[in-house]
């Protein structure tokens, strides 16, 4: 059993779409993160969440942390090929993180 | 500023033959330190972490080692390499406890 749960596992759309992808578990956290990798590249830290309820945005990518802290999502608003690559979130455990298997997204242009 | 650096960047390797993987920082002191491995693009296993010079710990049992003779260096190693063995090997670094920096990664054929 994954401590996170991401889906979808594969989402596929055009270019200009909105989406939204999810981390979810049943276990409170004190922050989670998201990252982005793109193929052949190491992931990128895109963002920490700490609060409960915590909305962040970066350009056209939203995040929001669950009130309960037990689960993520992130928005995307008109989605651009840039895009495209692998999202993982993760979760501190000791001394070390725990990340999700990730969505891999594809934008199509 | 911070930096990773991974190499090879590439490296093709029979079954049997040794490995040795190289991971540095430079910019911070006293990070913790990650290997990872990503296979077919999907989640990061995580394979080692050591939070000092000498202070390693194991999170999968396999044939692979790690070992970090200097505080910026991370090294994961294989006497005997396996098919398995083959992936995306990632190194990471951190400072703050939940936010991780990767280096470019190496890229593995075990053939």
């Known amino acids: 059993t994954q401590l996170l749960e991401q889906s979808p596992q594969f989402l596929s759309i055009q270019e200009g779409e909105n989406l939204t992808v999810y981390c979810n578990s049943s276990?409170?956290?004190?922050?989670l993160q998201w990252y982005r990798q793109e193929p052949g590249e190491g992931p990128v830290l895109l963002v920490t969440?700490?609060?409960?309820?915590e909305v962040k945005k970066l350009k056209r990518l939203t995040f929001q942390f669950g009130d309960a802290r037990k689960d993520s999502s992130l928005h995307i608003t008109a989605a651009q090929p840039g895009d495209t690559g692998l999202y993982l979130c993760?979760?501190?455990?000791?001394?070390?993180?725990?990340f999700g298997q990730g969505t891999r997204l594809t934008i199509n242009p | 500023s911070q930096t990773i650096h991974q190499w090879p960047a590439t490296l093709v390797q029979p079954v049997g033959s040794p490995l040795s993987l190289e991971c540095t920082v430079e910019?911070?002191?006293?990070?913790?330190l990650y290997w990872y491995r990503q296979a077919a693009g999907r989640g990061l296993q995580l394979l080692f972490y050591?939070?000092?010079?000498?202070?390693i710990s194991s999170e999968v049992p396999q044939n692979l080692s790690a070992s970090r003779p200097q505080d910026r260096q991370f090294i994961l190693s294989s006497k005997k390499l396996l098919l398995s063995d083959s992936g995306f090997y990632l190194c990471?670094?951190?400072?703050?406890?939940?936010?991780?920096?990767f280096g470019p990664g190496t890229r593995l054929t075990v053939t």
């Open positions: 993760a979760v501190q455990g000791a001394q070390k993180l725990v």
């Open positions: 276990s409170v956290f004190s922050s």
């Open positions: 050591s939070i000092g010079i000498d202070q």
């Open positions: 969440v700490v609060t409960g309820g």
């Open positions: 910019g911070t002191s006293n990070p913790n």
């Open positions: 990471a670094w951190s400072v703050k406890p939940y936010e991780q920096y």
